[in-house]
């Protein structure tokens, strides 16, 4: 019961935020287009300001390992190349079989996993997943923008400069750019002063909310009903699939406790949220993309539940 409880408590907070947009805009409250105004504000200033700040507070020098880190890193590269490999040659429609991935790929690390590993080993097991923040989101940001922006190169794009408009892509996305300032600042001896630590902390603690709240409001339930099978089918790859492969191979080359805690955590959880809005921002299936965060949010305490309850079981937590 305990299991479910801590599961519960780290899923329904994401589920009514995106509940309460929902009904927001059902009931005239927030406008489509104040809310498609105020996701690319979540894009281009907040989401930053939230991945800056949770980077800036990792402790590399506590319980770093290169092991975990590692595994992590080649964990989620070797995902993208599975994914890739089943569905690029599965759909024509390479820029919803793109979508496949980037959901497949991308869990909501920032937000349910750190929680998650929280809530099983407490600050012990939040800094060891914290450990991994600035490669996951690193990496996480570049595949995004990669996979996505090959998605909107035209057909009589030449290489040269399909390779140019990813790199120039990536230098300009807000996103990437707080993840590599924010492990620069954390490994140097800098420090940021009170005030404007506060003022940071400040954006940050409305950035998960409000991200949510406005994702809400952009959902279309009556898109949904007529693309449950593709939805289902895509969630099942990022809650069920991914997980049971990728911690299956962790515990095989031994990690164990707190360390197969932050895995499980990176790998288990929902789709950020953040992929819904780099979605929306390439105009690469922004709908399919919501629906498949929104269904994944409200499933995971359960697999996660199911997930939890096994590695207990045998003894592994």
Known sequence: MDILIFSLNATMPVVLCMILGFVSRRLGLLELDTAKKVIDYCFQILLPTL???????????????????????????????????????????????????????????????????????????????????????????????????????????????????????????????????????????????????????????????????VLGALLDVESLRSNVKMVLAVSSVRLIIVPVVVISIAVSVGFREAELAALFSLFAAPVASASAIMAMKFDVYPILTTQVLAMTTTLAGFTNFIGISILRYLQLF
Do not use: W
């Open 51 to 213: 991945l800056f700040f949770n980077i800036y507070n990792v402790d590399f020098a506590a319980e770093f390992s290169p092991r975990l880190v590692l595994f992590a890193f080649f964990g989620i590269l070797g995902t993208i190349m599975v994914l890739s490999l089943i569905f690029f040659p599965l759909m024509k429609d390479k820029a919803k079989a793109a979508t496949c991935i980037h959901v497949g790929f991308r869990s909501n690390y920032t937000m349910f996993g750190l929680m998650i590993a929280y809530n099983m080993y407490g600050q012990p097991g939040q800094r060891i997943a914290s450990m991994l923040l600035p490669v996951v989101l690193i990496v996480f940001n570049i595949a995004t923008v990669i996979l996505l922006s090959s998605c909107t190169a035209k057909s009589t794009d030449s290489l040269a400069k399909t390779i140019r408009d990813v790199c120039v892509n990536l230098l300009k996305n807000p996103l990437i750019i707080a993840s590599v300032v924010g492990t620069i600042v954390s490994v140097s001896p800098l420090s940021m002063p009170v005030f404007l630590f506060s003022a940071v902390r400040s954006v940050a603690n409305i950035t998960a909310p409000l991200t949510l709240i």
